[in-house]
């Protein structure tokens, strides 16, 4: 279980899991994963993925992000 206070890692999960669950159904509808977003100039090529891929990135990059500021959170001293 996600700590109460962290909203972005439970957004972040819910993107991976999402992500991985759109990776699933096309390996088991079409028995490989179509990629069909392309980032391409002329002198540049970057990977070839699909939506499901960037939810997993975008999802992993929340997470971590939650993670690294969420010490500060909780260093806060509480006002009794």
């Known amino acids: 279980r996600t700590p109460p ?3 972005l890692t439970r957004i972040g999960f819910a993107l991976i899991v999402g992500g991985a669950l759109g990776n699933l ?3 088991i ?3 490989h994963v179509i990629d069909y977003i392309l980032f ?3 002198v540049w090529s970057f990977a070839i993925f699909n939506l499901a ?3 997993i990135a975008v999802g992993a990059v929340v997470v971590v992000f939650d993670e690294l500021i969420g010490w ?3 260093a806060k001293p ?3």
Do not use: K, L
Request: charged fraction near 35%; aromatic fraction near 14%; proline fraction near 5%.
């Open 5 to 7: 206070g962290h909203v």
């Open 25 to 27: 159904f096309d390996r």
């Open 29 to 31: 509808t079409y028995g």
């Open 40 to 42: 391409h100039t002329p």
């Open 53 to 55: 891929d960037a939810f």
């Open 72 to 74: 500060r959170r909780e």
């Open 78 to 80: 509480s006002s009794d």
